[in-house]
């Protein structure tokens, strides 16, 4: 079975220019997550999808971030404009919850965009 | 707000040794609970995962124990190799009946296991 897959691994941007990350979850997997993780701390939820419906973004900062699901399959991140503060890595999990019994929704992780904003 | 805490945050022991990580949580009221590892400049690979209702899981030379009530979790390393040589990340899902089941992480434990 094919992983939670992310482009670009790496990235590096200077402020307040833009940039967008990608995900593409599991094949089934109903639901998607996006994770802001800053070095030295764990990984922190920026928003939650079923679907192609927006389930928590409730710690998004969406004066500069947006994401999207359309279709309810991949997903896009997109910070515009960037701040030094936004380098971190982004990790995309997905899992089934809302597909299948909650007891067996557990969440699967891709390899995470880095990016460094100069 | 649910807090996670992880000690250590770092450990480092010779190989051989059998060693436990700590975790503990200020909201009882979770669904699972999950352990993964993290390896520098990777994503997240998933150890174990503890329903609410279960007491402890086990893989290989891994155990983890949950104890609801008193909002603590503990991983268990058996017979430690440079190999285990990684951050270790526990997260807990919370008892949400909306469907916002959002991961809460704490910052991890660095392990180093000499040689």
């Known amino acids: 079975e094919a992983g939670v897959a992310q482009s670009p691994r790496y990235k590096i941007i200077e402020k307040r220019q833009s940039v967008a990350f990608w995900c593409n979850p599991i094949?089934?997997?109903?639901?998607l997550y996006w994770y802001q993780q800053i070095l030295g701390q764990g990984p922190k939820l920026l928003i939650q999808?079923?679907?192609?419906?927006?389930?928590?973004d409730s710690q998004l900062p969406k004066d500069r971030f947006s994401a999207e699901r359309l279709k309810g399959v991949d997903s896009t991140l997109k910070i515009q404009p960037a701040k030094l503060e936004d380098s971190a890595v982004y990790l995309c999990?997905?899992?089934?919850?809302?597909?299948?019994?909650?007891?067996?929704?557990?969440?699967?992780f891709g390899q995470g965009t880095r990016l460094t904003v100069v | 707000k649910q807090e996670v805490t992880q000690i250590p945050a770092a450990l480092s022991v010779p190989e051989g040794e059998n060693l436990v990580l700590n975790c503990s949580f200020t909201?009882?009221?979770?669904?699972?609970l999950q352990w993964f590892r993290q390896d520098p400049g990777k994503g997240l690979t998933s150890l174990l995962l503890?329903?609410?209702?279960?007491r402890e899981q086990t893989s290989g030379r891994l155990n983890a124990s949950l104890d609801k009530s008193s909002g603590r979790s503990t991983l268990y390393i058996a017979a430690s190799q440079p190999g285990d040589s990684a951050t270790y990340l526990c997260?807990?899902?919370?008892?949400?009946?909306?469907?916002?089941?959002?991961?809460?992480f704490g910052k991890g434990t660095h392990l180093i296991i000499q040689p």
């Open positions: 503890i329903q609410s209702s279960q």
């Open positions: 999808f079923q679907n192609n419906g927006v389930v928590d």
């Open positions: 094949s089934g997997h109903a639901t």
């Open positions: 909201d009882s009221a979770i669904y699972n």
């Open positions: 997260a807990v899902y919370p008892y949400s009946g909306g469907g916002a089941d959002g991961l809460t």
């Open positions: 999990a997905s899992s089934p919850r809302g597909t299948a019994p909650r007891i067996l929704t557990e969440a699967f």
